[in-house]
């Protein structure tokens, strides 16, 4: 069975850091994409940033440029997302979830594997 588990969600004072974890298991994705996805509540799920299998390329939204950084460690299996200067409006739910492609990608329907989420709260 195939599970990706988030952790390293938490609550954190504007400007502060969180680092993201996402663990696969079931099977390796180090051959796949992988994203991160988040969701405020009353808005729909929106892209934050992807990398592709080899950790070569990466995308990331424009709101989150230059402060959130995406990386992967295919030999755990394991992708995370370094969050720097957040914001009040970066709270949150944060989902994993894994392509069935290498290459990175903002699409939703790129990805087909998702993780039950991880809730960050940016305090004022």
């Known amino acids: 069975q195939v599970q990706l588990v988030e952790s390293g969600g938490g609550l954190v004072q504007a400007g502060g850091s969180l680092r993201l974890s996402c663990a696969a298991s079931?099977?390796?994705?180090?051959?796949?994409?992988m994203g991160w996805f988040r969701q405020a509540p009353g808005k729909e799920r929106e892209f934050v940033a992807a990398i592709s299998w080899s950790g070569d390329s990466t995308r990331c939204a424009d709101s989150v440029k230059g402060r959130f950084t995406i990386s992967r460690d295919n030999a755990k299996n394991t992708v995370y997302l370094q969050m720097n200067s957040l914001k009040s409006e970066d709270t949150a739910v944060y989902y994993c979830a894994a392509a069935r492609f290498p290459s990175a990608s903002s699409r939703y329907g790129w990805y087909d594997y998702w993780g039950q989420g991880t809730q960050v709260t940016v305090s004022a």
């Open positions: 079931g099977r390796t994705f180090s051959n796949n994409a």
